[in-house]
Every structure is written in C-alpha cells, then in structure tokens.
C-alpha cells in the first residue's frame, strides 16, 4: 500500500490536541482517520489511552477503520459511525474533544450538540473546534451563547478556539 498523505491541518490538530499515553479522546467527525492515525501511536490503553473517532459518513467510518486497524485491533480505537447529537458514550468518559472542518458550529445554533460533548468531557476536560483556515466569527459566538470559554488557537496548518464549559 502506498504511504498516505497526511495534511497540514490534520498535523495541526493533533499538535492541539497535544494527547499523551493516558488521554481520552474523541474525535467528531473523522473523515478518512488522518488525525486518528497520528493521535493513536501516542496513546496507551494501559496507562488508560483511548481514542473514540465518530462520524456520520458510513464510507469514513469505514476508512478510519482501515486506516487505524493496528489501532483498532490493540483497542485502543474505537470507531463509531453516529451524528454528534445522537453519540452515546459514558459521561465524564473523554478528557479531550475536538473537531475539524465540522460546518455544524458556524451553519447553526450547535446547542444541542455542544450538550452532548458537555456530558461527555471528564471534569477540567476540554474542547478544540478546528478548521483548515480561520474559523467564522460564528464558532465562538455560539459556543459563547451555550455557556462554554472559548480562547483562539492557531497555527501551522489550521486556527480554531479551543473552549471549556463556563
């Protein structure tokens, strides 16, 4: 198989991300699994390490899965195909959250499903919503309006705000 490219911003959110051996992370909207497939090798199921990368596409869940099989086969991934409003995990269970290119923060009032990422981060838990290029003014606002900080982030391949529930 040939090597897979890797993009810039894909690169960029997993520098954000910033995951170590212990971390527990979900990933919404995980495309064909680039930002899985660097986030995994650096996380440890025994030290606690897991990573769920969700999206509603049947034909990404099914690259993700392939992309990350090593990840997949040593548990460390699990990859699940649902819409974010509808993604049932146990509460508190995701230390770190994020998102990248996902249009529902900017394209309307993302409440419902800033609910269920509310519920799901573990306490001091954080959300990073991500773009390839400067997030709309619109991303924060809403995350302001349902009750979450958000603070700008920006780099090599990508800007976003990173947020906490207030």
């Known amino acids: ?17 910033g995951a170590g051996p212990g971390t527990r992370v979900l990933e919404v909207g995980c495309g064909p699994g680039a930002v899985a497939s660097l986030v995994c090798p650096r996380l440890d199921r025994v030290a606690g390490g897991a990573m769920w ?38 509460a508190g269970s995701v230390d770190v959250a994020f998102t990248l290119n996902v249009n529902l923060f900017w394209t309307r009032d993302p409440g419902p499903e800033l609910a269920v990422l509310r519920g799901v981060l573990a306490p001091g838990g954080v959300l990073h919503v991500l773009y390839e290029g400067t997030p709309p003014a619109a991303v924060a606002s ?14 090599d391949g990508g800007a976003g705000v990173t947020a906490r529930p207030a």
């Open 1 to 17: 198989m040939a090597a897979r490219v890797v993009p810039a911003r894909a690169r960029f959110a997993a520098a954000v991300v």
């Open 53 to 90: 990368a969700v999206d509603r596409s049947a034909v990404a869940v099914a690259r993700t899965t392939e992309r990350c099989a090593a990840a997949v086969d040593g548990g460390v991934l699990t990859v699940l195909r649902s819409d974010l409003a509808g993604l049932r995990l146990t």
């Open 142 to 155: 809403g995350l302001r309006r349902n009750g979450w900080d958000p603070v700008p982030v920006s780099g």
